[in-house]
């Protein structure tokens, strides 16, 4: 069983910067691979960025976004750079057990465990 708590959103204006943070409770942590989504009003959730040793990112956002984990605090981070009006959304961390990050990236399998998500508004 494994709880997280995202951590860090808020409203910001364009060009500015963020840090998220993802807080997990639950034994092996290292085991899984953690992931960022995000839902925008009147959209679907969509994949932003993943992690387990290698990193994977959406292309919207490589280059501006980077992910990191800090295996010993059991925590991921999202550090978003240059942020756009079209980065507003609920962002919300999960993980995988056992994962690549590149599959969690692509979709290929359900997550297994879903934190209930930060909000990140950036103004024009």
């Known amino acids: 069983q494994v709880q997280l708590v995202e951590s860090g959103g808020g409203l910001v204006q364009a060009g500015g910067s963020l840090r998220l943070s993802c807080a997990a409770s639950?034994?092996?942590?290292?085991?899984?691979?953690m992931g960022w989504f995000r839902q925008a009003p009147g959209k679907e959730r969509e994949f932003v960025a993943a992690i387990r040793s290698a990193t994977y990112y959406a292309d919207s956002v490589k280059g501006r976004f980077t992910i990191s984990r800090d295996n010993a605090k059991n925590t991921v981070y999202l550090q978003m750079n240059s942020l756009k009006p079209e980065d507003t959304a609920v962002y919300y961390c999960a993980a995988d057990y056992l994962r690549t990050a590149q599959a969690m990236g692509l979709g290929l399998d359900g997550m297994d465990y879903w934190g209930k998500g930060t909000l990140v508004t950036v103004s024009s």
């Open positions: 639950g034994r092996s942590f290292r085991n899984y691979a």
